[in-house]
């Protein structure tokens, strides 16, 4: 009996239709449109607007996209998770408000938090879950609604991030393709370094908090810049290295859009030419949580079935890591 890998078989995607570009960010903050490109490669980024909409919208949208495209019954989906660093409220989950409006009505679902790794995580979690032989269809969305936490009186933030989502469908293959390997990391020391400091536990929200803007998200550039290079790129070098891989035999780089200066440093490293290398971050910025998936359905014509590609991330708190996947299908 052939092994069971886990393959992903359908991808979709949604991003809001506001565009807040270069030129408007200028209107908000001391900022430039060529001090923005010449440092993260970002000319516009999405942003929902819709009153009363949050992560959860993004994440439905994106779903339903998938399953619109693929005809997919979404009552065999077994499993629903959905990646994101901001979720609708706390305590009840985003994924089981989406699964239950997409109508997964038979699938369990909750959400996955790591930061801007949060759908590489999700990516090792639901093919897991395939490999065990226990489901059939987990869909994996990558959302998130970065506006609802971004200062926007903040030049060092609110010109990186913006919103939208990207949702992935794994199933079982029993051809060797799909999910080959990962590589995942963390460390504590980037607690301090990309945060936000209120709203949890530590310091619940309060008349001060909100006085204080404690609750945007706050960043230490350079700091997270230096760990987001080495550390993205050791880990897609490990990756090659332990599966034999060369520049001549991947593919495609798909790497979490963060910034250019980020995405070239670990193509460098791993010897790939330009046009190996997926990148949409001058028309999205960094969705967090969404820039994987949403990089695979704007390259999905592109992709051939058997195609090598490596995903790598690296995210809050810190969290980074690399994954191998073997592409399935022809589009």
């Given at each position: 009996?052939?092994?069971?890998?886990?393959?992903?078989?359908?991808?979709?995607?949604?991003?809001?239709?506001?565009?807040?570009?270069?030129?408007?960010?200028?209107?908000?903050?001391?900022?430039?449109?060529?001090?923005?490109?010449?440092?993260?490669?970002?000319?516009?980024?999405?942003?929902?607007?819709?009153?009363?909409?949050?992560?959860?919208?993004?994440?439905?949208?994106?779903?339903?996209?998938?399953?619109?495209?693929?005809?997919?019954?979404?009552?065999?989906?077994?499993?629903?998770?959905?990646?994101?660093?901001?979720?609708?409220?706390?305590?009840?989950?985003?994924?089981?408000?989406?699964?239950?409006?997409?109508?997964?009505?038979?699938?369990?679902?909750?959400?996955?938090?790591?930061?801007?790794?949060?759908?590489?995580?999700?990516?090792?979690?639901?093919?897991?879950?395939?490999?065990?032989?226990?489901?059939?269809?987990?869909?994996?969305?990558?959302?998130?609604?970065?506006?609802?936490?971004?200062?926007?009186?903040?030049?060092?933030?609110?010109?990186?991030?913006?919103?939208?989502?990207?949702?992935?469908?794994?199933?079982?293959?029993?051809?060797?393709?799909?999910?080959?390997?990962?590589?995942?990391?963390?460390?504590?020391?980037?607690?301090?370094?990309?945060?936000?400091?209120?709203?949890?536990?530590?310091?619940?929200?309060?008349?001060?908090?909100?006085?204080?803007?404690?609750?945007?998200?706050?960043?230490?550039?350079?700091?997270?810049?230096?760990?987001a290079v080495s550390n993205m790129a050791d880990v897609s070098e490990k990756i090659l290295e332990r599966n034999n891989l060369t520049k001549e035999t991947v593919n495609w780089l798909v790497p979490h859009q963060a910034n250019k200066r980020i995405i070239e440093a670990t193509a460098n490293r791993i010897g790939l030419a330009e046009e190996k290398v997926m990148m949409n971050i001058s028309k999205y910025g960094n969705t967090t949580?969404?820039?994987?998936?949403?990089?695979?359905?704007?390259?999905?014509?592109?992709?051939?079935?058997?195609?090598?590609?490596?995903?790598?991330?690296?995210?809050?708190?810190?969290?980074?890591?690399?994954?191998?996947?073997?592409?399935?299908?022809?589009?």
């Amino acid at each position: 009996m052939a092994k069971i890998t886990a393959a992903i078989t359908a991808v979709g995607k949604y991003v809001p239709d506001y565009i807040l570009t270069n030129q408007e960010l200028e209107t908000m903050v001391d900022t430039n449109d060529e001090w923005i490109t010449s440092r993260t490669g970002i000319k516009e980024r999405r942003i929902l607007k819709k009153e009363g909409e949050g992560t959860s919208y993004l994440a439905i949208k994106a779903a339903e996209d998938l399953i619109s495209k693929n005809n997919i019954n979404p009552e065999e989906i077994d499993l629903v998770i959905v990646a994101t660093a901001t979720p609708d409220m706390l305590v009840a989950s985003t994924a089981v408000y989406t699964a239950t409006k997409i109508g997964a009505v038979n699938a369990f679902a909750y959400d996955l938090q790591a930061a801007c790794s949060s759908f590489l995580y999700g990516m090792s979690t639901a093919s897991s879950y395939i490999e065990s032989g226990r489901y059939k269809k987990v869909l994996l969305i990558g959302a998130d609604k970065m506006s609802s936490i971004i200062d926007y009186t903040d030049r060092a933030t609110c010109i990186i991030f913006g919103d939208g989502a990207g949702a992935a469908l794994f199933e079982p293959n029993e051809e060797g393709l799909g999910f080959q390997d990962e590589y995942l990391r963390s460390d504590g020391i980037g607690r301090e370094f990309l945060k936000i400091d209120a709203g949890g536990s530590i310091l619940p929200t309060s008349e001060e908090t909100i006085k204080n803007n404690q609750h945007y998200v706050h960043q230490e550039g350079r700091t997270v810049f230096k760990f987001a290079v080495s550390n993205m790129a050791d880990v897609s070098e490990k990756i090659l290295e332990r599966n034999n891989l060369t520049k001549e035999t991947v593919n495609w780089l798909v790497p979490h859009q963060a910034n250019k200066r980020i995405i070239e440093a670990t193509a460098n490293r791993i010897g790939l030419a330009e046009e190996k290398v997926m990148m949409n971050i001058s028309k999205y910025g960094n969705t967090t949580s969404a820039t994987l998936p949403l990089l695979l359905a704007d390259y999905e014509k592109e992709l051939k079935k058997g195609d090598n590609l490596i995903f790598a991330a690296f995210g809050g708190g810190f969290t980074w890591g690399a994954i191998y996947l073997k592409w399935a299908y022809n589009k």
